[in-house]
């Protein structure tokens, strides 16, 4: 099992910053793909950015140039640091990480970006 934990969100005004934090515990050694993504009301959710297994960040078009994701081995932990944030951005933003087996998911962050 892994268990996933978000923070960092919170309500912030157009054009601000953010940085959402991811904390990973339990069989983290079988984590092979980590992502965040955001699920608006009434929307799908989807994905924000995602490492890759060839070592490389993949982001979603409407956040690159904006969002950077980052990890930290030591800590066990990713990051989305979010900046330029506009209020297409407001959702509830998730930690998913995945094995060969299951996928987990965190039980999310509320972002919201007020015009």
């Known amino acids: 099992q892994v268990q996933l934990v978000e923070s960092g969100g919170g309500l912030v005004q157009a054009g601000g910053s953010l940085r959402l934090s991811c904390a990973a515990s339990?069989?983290?050694?079988?984590?092979?793909?980590v992502g965040w993504y955001r699920q608006a009301p009434g929307r799908q959710r989807e994905l924000v950015a995602a490492?890759?297994?060839?070592?490389?960040?993949d982001y979603a078009d409407s956040v690159k140039g904006r969002f950077t994701m980052s990890g930290d081995n030591a800590k066990s932990t990713v990051y989305l640091q979010m900046n330029s944030l506009k209020p297409e951005d407001t959702a509830v933003y998730y930690c998913?990480?995945?094995?060969?087996?299951?996928?987990?998911w965190g039980q999310g962050t509320q972002v919201t970006v007020s015009s």
């Open positions: 490492f890759t297994t060839d070592g490389s960040t």
């Open positions: 998913r990480a995945s094995n060969e087996r299951n996928a987990y």
């Open positions: 339990g069989s983290i050694f079988s984590i092979n793909t």
